[in-house]
């Protein structure tokens, strides 16, 4: 496979929205900013095909050699995320069924039907068009296939092939019964066709989180991941028809709530997502989903395929980018594993839904404006670095998290809904991080034996493999620690009563409460402080394990919140409360000794990357006043030339970003 040996700086160009004297403009202003890849064509589909049987590559043609005799590479993109019109038009089942029952017409995109044959037939084909065509020109860097999937489709063909996937899945009709518990509310199943969609005309009432019969819900969601899957891979498999050299991919969006992307995104060669940070404070959140990121391409480097330069246009506020944080941001991207830095978009564009979202260049192709002149102060710096294409991340820690667990949490009616399990992961990460500098995600299939301390805040739903897999790694010196609602459930949905766990842990839940958002309970930590535990409270009972800090206040006052539990070489610590983000810092801290440099001050981000070049560390210092961070060996920074020796303290002034090569 042939990837990059540099960095790549660019992103979603859309010259089919321009004049050729435009066009031209911009790649002359682009170049000058140091952009090096445009990713083209994603929804280019009605241009190259505005009939069934009538294909126009002749401007695509052109385009590429045009881009290539700049000196740009392309990540070129098969354009099956929105549908011609024709084809929406002339074969309606090719449309999705919405959650409330109803059939779309043509229109918005990321709007096909992922099961329908003639969508499936008609995306293949131009993906194979395009692999016969381009396979071969100087320019191609990448292959980026469709856009963003997502979502869902309840049509009666999705239906029949949930049904039959069911079938496939449990073995037969019998086996369903038994592993669903039909017997419950009378859902016992004598036919494959009474099995329905599970959306507001069937199971769901309150919204699409609200369900008289969880698992129905649950299983849809991983069957349409197979199906969306199966969409990407139809196409892969046409490319690699022509193509086995350049690496293929899609965008994935983070934390994204509709597609387990462990599942979805295991045939890609590289992994690339799209970061629209939400949260005010947005850099741990990003740092969360670099990881996660990492995690579905098991630790390999991710492609950061879209960020805003300026501004959004797709929330009920949209804030521009103050000065700065687009090369923090971007940077920020590199420490976390990313090879490239990539943008949405090249152009803003003249029309549309998103004309107001933020290009490198404004509607005028200005280059006198904020961002062109941080775009290119960027583009000099990202070519100082191309050191750190291809190394890895070095993490001491890792946190667990999957989609079975936060989809059954959030769909099974009890206690709170007013925790949610992925928030819990970014505010376990953060704490580890600033422990021990580079934190993994996991879904417990990767190899855990290279941490020093893996935290599962909540494994809702517990498979059989992520059990055993946890149990060796305690057993082989490990450390666990487990929050509340773990092991809940297993994979068929039923409640987790199982001895393996139980011994795992050394404890098992005597009863649990909830109280409302302002209600807190104080608990005290393992090192002998308080905490205030908020939402979900769990009285633990030992069944072998030690208890190691106690409720203080409420009705269960003097119960155990925390149990020690020593399982082969390592142990265990099972968690009954929603720590504060200070209660988090101390605990871990009572668990293991940080990372050297550590802990963090502030906002204060630091990760290793490490490779045959050498080792590299990243301090981002996201405060607004100047932190200082003491190297444990001697390094230089990549950007200035400036040396840092060992044990010196050094610092990093507010909003600016240190890129150490150790020496």
């Known amino acids: 496979m042939q990837f990059p040996e540099h960095i790549l700086h660019g992103g979603d160009y859309n010259p089919e929205q321009w004049d050729d004297a435009t066009i031209d403009a911009d790649l002359t202003a682009l170049e000058a900013a140091g952009i090096n890849a445009l990713t083209l064509n994603v929804f280019g589909w009605a241009d190259l095909q505005p009939a069934p049987d009538t294909f126009a590559f002749d401007r695509l043609d052109v385009l590429l050699d045009r881009v290539h005799a700049r000196g740009f590479g392309v990540i070129l993109a098969t354009p099956t995320a929105a549908l011609p019109p024709w084809l929406a038009t002339e074969e309606p089942s090719t449309m999705r069924v919405d959650f409330e029952g109803r059939r779309h017409g043509f229109g918005q995109r990321h709007h ?35 856009n963003e999937y997502g979502g869902a489709c309840y049509c009666e063909n999705c239906v029949a092939e949930f049904r039959r996937w069911l079938l496939r899945t449990h073995g037969g009709l019998g086996n369903l019964n038994h592993d669903w518990c039909t017997q419950i509310w009378s859902h016992r199943f004598t036919h494959a066709d009474q099995i329905p969609a599970p959306n507001a005309l069937t199971e769901h ?17 991983r069957f349409m991941t197979e199906q969306f899957a199966a969409c990407l891979e139809g196409e892969i498999e046409q490319i690699r028809h022509f193509d086995a050299v350049h690496p293929v991919t899609t965008n994935l969006m983070g934390a994204y709530e509709h597609l387990d992307y462990f599942r979805f995104a295991s045939g890609l060669d590289v992994v690339a997502w799209d970061n629209y940070p939400r949260a005010i404070r947005a850099w741990p959140e990003m740092a969360f989903n670099h990881s996660l990121m990492r995690a579905v391409g098991r630790g390999r480097p991710m ?6 330069p300026v501004a959004t246009t797709c929330r009920d506020v949209n804030p521009t980018r103050a000065p700065g944080v687009l090369r923090r941001w971007s940077l920020q991207a590199l420490a976390q594993g990313a090879d490239t830095v990539l943008h949405f978009q090249m152009r803003s564009a003249p029309a549309g839904s998103e004309m107001w979202f933020g290009g490198v260049l404004d509607h005028r192709g200005r280059t006198d404006t904020r961002t062109y002149r941080e775009t290119a102060r960027l583009g000099r710096e990202l070519s100082q670095l191309d050191d750190l294409v291809g190394s890895r991340v070095e993490a001491q820690a890792a946190v667990l998290m999957d989609w079975d667990s936060w989809w059954y ?255």
């Open 205 to 221: 009432w309150g919204g699409p989180y609200r369900s008289g019969f969880p698992i129905i819900t649950l299983e849809y969601k």
């Open 112 to 146: 096909f039907c992922p099961t329908s044959p003639v969508f499936r037939e008609q995306a293949q084909q131009i993906a194979g068009l395009l692999a016969h065509r381009y396979h071969g020109h100087p320019a191609l860097l990448a292959w980026h296939i469709g």
């Open 303 to 308: 492609w950061l395929m879209e960020q805003a």
């Open 409 to 663: 949490s959030r769909l099974v009616d009890g206690f709170s809904d007013h925790w949610d399990l992925v928030d819990q992961a970014r505010q376990w990460h953060e704490a580890l991080a600033r422990h021990l500098g580079g934190v993994d995600v996991t879904d417990g299939r990767s190899d855990l034996s290279r941490y020093r301390i893996v935290v599962a805040p909540s494994l809702y739903m517990a498979h059989n493999d992520v059990i055993d897999a946890l149990r060796r790694y305690v057993a082989d010196g490990g450390i666990l620690l487990t929050g509340p609602m773990s092991f809940a459930a297993d994979a068929t949905g039923r409640v987790l009563v199982d001895d393996r766990v139980d011994e795992l842990l050394g404890c098992q839940v005597e009863e649990r409460d909830a109280q409302e958002p302002g209600f807190g309970v104080e608990l005290t930590l393992p090192d002998g402080t308080t905490d205030t535990a908020h939402h979900l409270f769990e009285i633990l009972r030992p069944t072998g394990g030690q208890t190691a800090g106690h409720w203080r206040s409420s009705w269960f006052a003097g119960g155990s919140a925390i149990i020690r539990n020593a399982f082969g070489r390592g142990t265990v610590i099972r968690l009954g409360a929603l720590l504060s983000q200070a209660g988090r810092r101390r605990l871990i801290a009572s668990l293991i000794g940080p990372a050297p440099g550590h802990p963090l001050v502030g906002e204060l981000e630091h990760v290793s990357r490490t490779c045959s070049r050498g080792t590299f560390d990243i301090l981002l210092n996201h405060d607004q006043t100047p932190l200082a961070w003491t190297p444990p060996v001697q390094g230089v920074d990549l950007l200035t030339g400036r040396e840092s020796p060992a044990g010196e303290p050094l610092t990093i002034p507010a909003g600016d970003v240190i890129v150490l090569r150790r020496t």
